[in-house]
């Protein structure tokens, strides 16, 4: 078995380990047109900060490592410019000689990753643009930091952008964001990016919607970025992070399938079109577990998976890719953002029916000090309860409550099984009805119709005549504090006594704080005949919609 | 609808607030012993040593509360004497007055509690003996601390006493555990326990393992302990706690069946023997979704969880305990010890079948800062590959593992499914392969036959002529540092050039620090024709199964 690896990083890193694993004698080459292979991708943002204050530690391997524990033949410096399919070899140009050759294989796996786009503007190549990939550029943006950037501009307001952001920001570097959508962080829903938006403003990083540049020009200051909106910003330091295309054009140039945003198309078993040529991590398009639509999904853990999978299938092991449900997450500062499965987006997009509820509780008791703060959104099928999407923002702990609902994603759970679900609780890691615990009661009881839920779109949406009594249960002092427009103040303690104040034949939309006491007031309003629904997660959810109000 | 509540804390509160909701109309009365209802028990310790600085955090909520928010007739320092099922009534005594008086109910839930077990020997009733069960309990000890405690021994090695142990710890008081059987925290495996042991020791904890308490004498210093060893130990103060009880006298006193344990005995639905008496939380027998088996769960998560399933039921929703796997944890300092599932003792106990691996990752990726180490063990159907049970000790990041486990052991997830898991990772959260997908692939690869694997005690115990062969495989300068007696050195990187040092005719047991390399090294071994199996966990975990070697 001669097995040949076109690219030596995530995917095709493991792919080659787990190759030498299970056969000692197969010849294994693994090209790599960079300099390093196997390296922290993931760091980069945090090296240019100094978080990471050690360069070596980016290289989670070397050449050097997998030749001597892997017996690879690894190849550096090496780029494959062809594949003959029907000659079963590739040609590589080594770009240190610039000699060309030749090799042959038996199986060939592609793990060529996918390159940041660069948009073609006017200015695009000026000295002080950059995208990040690797560890080139990163030393480019860290050598340019060190000498003489005041301000940056930020293209794009996905993961790695906001990763910068911080670091840039811990520098003292003045930062700008531009997004060309209406909000950061697009595949989540726009309300649960709020806490990272109020947390950028906290941390002094500018943010712009729904712009995009439009060219870039020098200036005495340095560079002078033109936006959509005429606006202009001075940077001495632009980056673009406005996604990635997979780099398709071996498999193309080949032949091989793609599909129609570029990735390479393969099967359950990382095939290509040609069965001897297989696929893996962000050059390929995998299927979404969810929705069963083809995705593209730029992350390090599906790429390592993928190797590994690809690497089992090219020594006969018939192993399948479960395909991806998206988990993704951020750290900005002491926030985190996290999710996984569908949003409700997609699931709009797709016509599919759910049910969504909102919870804000603390990620431990909160009666033992440090508890922060999160709001935890779950999509589920409104039939069958069926868990169809999380997503999280907050402090700690944002991340193990995402990673829980991730496996009951996974194993096709329902939000009656949340309720049942027996976690860790002492009070520094929890508490005795774990958020977790709270959002299947919360789903279940709307389920089970006994919490009667409507969704606060549909309340503000609602401008009829018999739109419903909008009744604001929390404190008089807390309703002074801030309210919905046109809710009328009944605390939930002195509900029972009160009734008589609320309109018998009119919808009632209850609300609270986060939707405690919203729940109960609701179901005090239900057995006295009152026509009522909680809003669910209270005032604070109506905070994400509306955070300016 | 009249329903009796006895017991006001966990779940007896939660009861009566279901019960509530589900109905405003019902008469609802919980009586309650003690002068509080629904404190956090969870939290006593804390509040002595002072990390919980306020008492009223400790009041989860207070019988004025659940009177105006859920129309509750909550009756504190009220005793219920007797239950007169004939006449379907019980006996409350006011403990404030001395008044006796009946109560008539259509339903009963007992939420009576457990006990801390106080055994009969001398002294047991000295001033500055304890044991904690309530607030009225933490006062006495929070005001003894406050005057003239130098010395504090603890009886019982278990979760509450080890949390003491750190409070007082952080008071400056000197403290020695006293434990009765071989190991702490008897629910976990004791290889499991040895980072808590060495983190009492760090922390100036003194632990004496296999001794009980015979005897407590008053002496000029205050307290004499007198161990079953002969030795004598000196403290001011002097706290059990060896276990719990079921206060399932009511419950027997009524003709109740009880297990034999003392546990109430109740069936899916929370019913006891009586049909219209349900019973809750610490008082009750439950089965452990594992085993089988009966078993008593002293926890409030599983307590608010049952207490809300005995109102379903009474109010007709029929509503089932799932029955509880176990799920605990402990924090030490920075030390985190959590499980959930099977213990390999109960396994054997039970002589069922397991396979099990242990791994020693890091909570997040090793190239950004701050990354603290775990072990992780797993315990498995060797067949299906049935996840039984799971124990982690180690610093941050333990329980979100073994919160991840949980919900695999609740979907009856195999260790392949852990491989194909999609956690959340960015540098800060944990790793491209979390911890969780590694357990899965060195599980998963033990049950394919792809990486034999042999546990460390079966090497240990065999002294026979053909043992096998103990190859160690890490760098000359790590064996020298300390290794497994008997090993012989070949570091993996020089094994293929090596192999002929090595026994044709003997089975050879490899181990590196943690598993990594000696999987590769196993691997390398295999194909070349040796009958080869890796030490799972390595060097690392033989220092847990011999801490002091």
Do not use: W
Not at 497 to 515: F, H, M, N, T
């Amino acid at each position: 078995m001669k097995l040949l690896i076109v690219g030596g990083v995530a995917g095709g890193a493991s792919a080659a380990a787990r190759a030498r694993r299970l056969s000692e004698d197969a010849e294994i080459v693994v090209f790599e047109r960079g300099p390093d292979v196997s390296f922290a991708n993931c760091g980069l943002p945090y090296y240019i900060g100094g978080e990471i204050a050690d360069r070596d530690k980016l290289l989670v391997t070397t050449p050097e490592r997998l030749r001597s524990r892997f017996k690879l033949d690894v190849r550096t410096q090496s780029s494959v410019e062809a594949i003959d399919r029907a000659a079963r070899k590739v040609r590589v140009r080594n770009l240190a000689t610039g000699q060309v050759y030749e090799e042959s294989f038996d199986k060939l796996i592609l793990a060529t990753g996918a390159a940041p786009f660069r948009p073609s503007i006017p200015g695009i190549d000026l000295p002080g643009v950059f995208t990040l990939r690797n560890l080139q550029d990163t030393d480019q943006i860290k050598s340019r930091v060190n000498s003489h950037v005041k301000q940056a501009v930020l293209l794009g307001g996905g993961f790695i952008s906001l990763e910068l952001a911080e670091n840039l920001a811990r520098l003292g570097i003045s930062t700008t964001v531009v997004e060309k959508n209406d909000q950061i962080l697009t595949p989540f829903d726009k309300e649960m990016t709020s806490p990272i938006v109020e947390a950028m403003a906290n941390k002094g990083v500018t943010l712009l919607l729904s712009q995009s540049a439009e060219s870039i020009e020098q200036s005495a200051e340095g560079l002078s970025v033109c936006l959509s909106s005429g606006q202009r910003l001075t940077a001495q330091l632009v980056i673009f992070g406005i996604g990635v295309r997979p780099e398709n054009k071996l498999a193309v140039d080949a032949g091989l399938e793609v599909g129609p945003r570029g990735g390479i198309r393969v099967n359950d078993y990382l095939q290509t079109s040609d069965p001897d040529i297989y696929a893996v991590g962000d050059a390929i398009e995998v299927n979404d577990v969810i929705s069963g639509e083809k995705t593209q999904v730029p992350l390090a853990g599906p790429a390592n998976r993928q190797g590994r999978i690809a690497a089992d299938n090219v020594f006969g092991r018939s192993m399948k890719y479960r395909g991806t449900q998206g988990t993704a997450i951020l750290g900005f500062f002491d926030r985190t953002a996290a999710m996984t499965g569908a949003s409700e987006k997609v699931l709009r997009r797709a016509n599919r029916p759910f049910r969504k509820v909102y919870i804000h509780p603390a990620h431990h008791a909160g009666y033992y000090p440090g508890a922060e703060g999160m709001v935890l959104k779950l999509l589920f099928d409104p039939t069958t309860g069926q868990i169809l999407g999380a997503q999280g923002t907050g402090g700690a702990g944002v991340d193990k409550r995402i990673d829980v609902l991730a496996v009951a994603i996974q194993a096709k759970m329902t939000v009656f099984d949340l309720e049942e679900m027996e976690l860790a609780y002492a009070p520094q890691f929890g508490s005795a009805k774990d958020p977790i615990n709270m959002l299947g009661f919360v789903a279940g009881g709307l389920l089970r119709g006994e919490h009667p839920q409507i969704d606060l779109e549909t309340v503000l949406a609602d401008s009829s005549a018999d739109k419903p009594f909008l009744l604001d249960v929390r404190t008089a002092q807390e309703f002074a504090n801030g309210h919905i427009p046109g809710a009328v103040n009944i605390p939930v303690d002195d509900l029972r006594s009160r009734l008589q104040e609320l309109p018998q034949d009119r919808k009632i939309a209850v609300y609270c704080q986060v939707g405690q006491r919203g729940y109960i007031a609701t179901r005090i309003l239900v057995q006295k005949g009152f026509s009522a629904a909680n809003i669910g997660g209270g005032y604070k959810t109506y905070k994400l919609f509306y955070p300016a109000k």
